[in-house]
């Protein structure tokens, strides 16, 4: 969490679009579409195989957070 800020900090608007010129140089136009799917094809690759493993363990993830959330209360309540 402490990371993300500190990066956060340090990339400002002129930095980011120097970033962006610079892929949009290495890559080309029409290549950063193609990457960018691809990434998107990723992600729900990875979404797919962690539903899959809740599926597996047969773990309810609504009575997962069901436990949690009674468990923080009964903390609340002593």
Known sequence: MIFNSILLG????????????LVLLLFGGTKIPQLMRGLGKGMNEFKKAKDGIYDDLDVDK????????SSSNDKAKQ
Do not use: C, P, Y
């Open 10 to 21: 340090m990339f400002g608007g002129q930095e980011i679009l120097v970033i962006a010129l």
């Open 62 to 69: 609504t009575s997962e957070s069901n436990k949690k959330d």
